[in-house]
């Protein structure tokens, strides 16, 4: 069993996550830009790295979630990355959320130098990395799958190889499409609810019943009924998933006009200043667009 | 118990309906515009009726599912329509997916001659009808509602009183414009995952059991895969019901640009020459837009 485990970026996620692991028993080798969010986890025996370097130099299977594309590439390519203390038959495995073709792209880094990667982001928020019932979707050989399934499992429960390096951020980005569908048709079924005069709560009920039955209807729409707009899955973070999922769109000479819609609509309800708020909060975007006060 | 049902419309939908209320005992007046597929009604035992004004002289309860808004105001307000033969102390009810504001207007001219007016859209397709495990959802007085109840449990499950008349169009609505967002969640998601080269298979049963998971996802997306196009619920009707969320919308001051983008999707596949498939065939008009066959 690999016993020394690198952990990057020590986020919401990322704590819970690599605190999981240490439970597990496994040695980790800690990162995180800042340093002090490392404290507990060193408390419970994890060694603090001081950069990305040392890191991939020390342990054998690297782990990174961090935010954006950029501090992806940061923590991989740039200097005292992972890429300069990598070396031959080591694993890492991005469980960012992140383009495929920047995991694509440092795959073949990491091939020059004899070590492997994976993709793997997930889904399932702070409640499933607390608990370890992630959604992790895999991209990487099946040599590579099966070297990491023991520590997936540690942190997921729905854990599924979906293809080579690459196939785990665009299953992640198929399912964050489907949800900008889901959150436009609730959110917009409730603004002409209310407009309507309707008893909310008895029209939520009545139609999860049937087709349009949703996770979003379950799950946010209660929560928009009760005023509720505290972060499951921020705006911020969504706009950057949907942001990502556009560009590589284009890159496949694919037009996704609804996603397009949805993101613009998403950036109106940022610029109003809920960009750290719960993605159900779309319903006040809506609300401005017709200049009222409507939920 | 009222023995007395009148059943004006008798397409898919009616014709499954009818058919159930003659098993359960009740005594049917029937009218169609195209009389033919009142026969095998007839060799039922339904009484044919030669106008909707003829139906409602002999019924006492009025049941009517026909096509566009301008066929329930034919049917009410035209010559030999209903409003023309009823009389005090009869019901009726409009189970078509129509305006609201149109069932609220027919209920003020039956009101004038002393008649009650329900509304009450079904969902659930040829299957719920033919099996009587429609949701209905209701508009009307507590009354009028207790009326119906007996005759609404021979053809449907999940029956919900929302308020009164128009309210029962309205849920309908609701339903229609979250389902609006699901298929266009669904379909890019598709056609992004098929661009990507992700078994889609596995792309559908791993996202549907997370946040993104929907009834779409579920019941439409493998017809797709298995390019099954076939109505269960056909996209006229439905650019037809999005048409009727619109332009209420609309009156009500309420903007629903997610919803609008969607009807002019269905517009454009309908232009291709699917106004009679399964609204699944949205992936068609995605294909469309980005020039090439994809799934």
Request: charged share 25%; glycine share 12%; aromatic share 6%.
């Amino acid at each position: 069993m690999v016993k020394k485990i690198g952990f990057i970026g020590l986020g919401v996620m990322g704590a819970s996550m690599s605190s999981r692991l240490i439970d597990a028993g496994y040695e980790l080798y800690i990162y995180n830009r800042t340093k002090n969010k490392g404290d507990a986890l060193v408390e419970k025996g994890a060694h603090w790295c001081d950069t990305p370097r040392s890191v991939a130099e020390q342990a054998e299977i690297i782990l990174t979630i961090v935010g954006y594309p950029k501090d992806v590439e940061e923590v991989y390519l740039g200097r005292n990355g992972i890429v300069e203390g990598i070396s031959e038959g080591k694993i890492c495995c991005d469980m960012t959320t992140t383009k495929p073709s920047l995991d694509i792209a440092i795959a073949e880094k990491l091939r020059e130098k004899g070590a492997a990667m994976a993709d793997a982001p997930v889904s399932g928020g702070d409640t499933g990395a607390r608990n370890g019932t992630l959604s992790i979707m895999v991209g990487c050989s099946d040599e590579v799958f099966r070297e990491l399934l023991p520590i997936f499992s540690v942190m997921g429960k729905n854990i599924t190889h979906m293809g080579s390096v690459g196939a785990g951020q665009n299953t992640k980005m198929a399912n964050q499409i489907v949800i900008a569908g889901t959150m436009c048709g609730v959110s917009e079924a409730l603004v002409y609810g209310a407009k309507a005069g309707l008893n909310l709560e008895k029209m939520v009920a009545t139609i999860s019943k049937g087709a349009a039955g949703c996770w979003t209807l379950d799950n946010l729409a209660p929560r928009v009924l009760k005023g509720d707009y505290e972060p499951g899955f921020m705006v911020e973070h969504f706009i950057k998933d949907m942001g990502i999922a556009l560009e590589e769109a284009e890159k496949m000479e694919l037009s996704l006009p609804s996603l397009a819609l949805t993101k613009q609509l998403y950036l109106a309800i940022k610029a109003e200043g809920h960009g750290r708020k719960g993605t159900q909060v779309l319903v006040k975007a809506l609300e401005a667009l017709s200049g009222k006060e409507i939920l």
